[in-house]
């Protein structure tokens, strides 16, 4: 089964340049990207159940963000599709 979030940059409050993201996805499974330097992300693994997921990214200076807003989604059908969410 596979899953995929697409991310769009904003910068962060001073300027500095966001070098990376990390994606957490917790429910059935729960599932962690790593330091990432995509917008993208592909989660594998993923069974039929109620997920919630959030980012968060580090600067060029390595300072973290705190975790985004959590965000849901459920998959309950092998037609489901998820082409991209956006954060």
């Known amino acids: 089964m596979r899953r995929s979030y697409v991310g769009t940059g904003g910068g962060d409050p001073e300027g500095d340049s966001v070098n990376e ?3 957490h996805v917790e429910g059935g499974t729960t599932w962690e990207s790593g330091w990432i330097t995509s917008t993208s992300v592909t989660p594998s693994g993923l069974g039929y159940y109620t997920y919630a997921w959030k980012v968060k990214c580090r600067n060029s200076h390595g ?3 705190d975790w985004s807003d ?3 989604f459920s998959l309950a059908s092998p037609d489901v599709h998820i082409n991209d969410v956006h954060f």
């Open 63 to 65: 300072a973290e963000s």
């Open 21 to 23: 993201c990390l994606v």
């Open 70 to 72: 959590t965000w849901h």
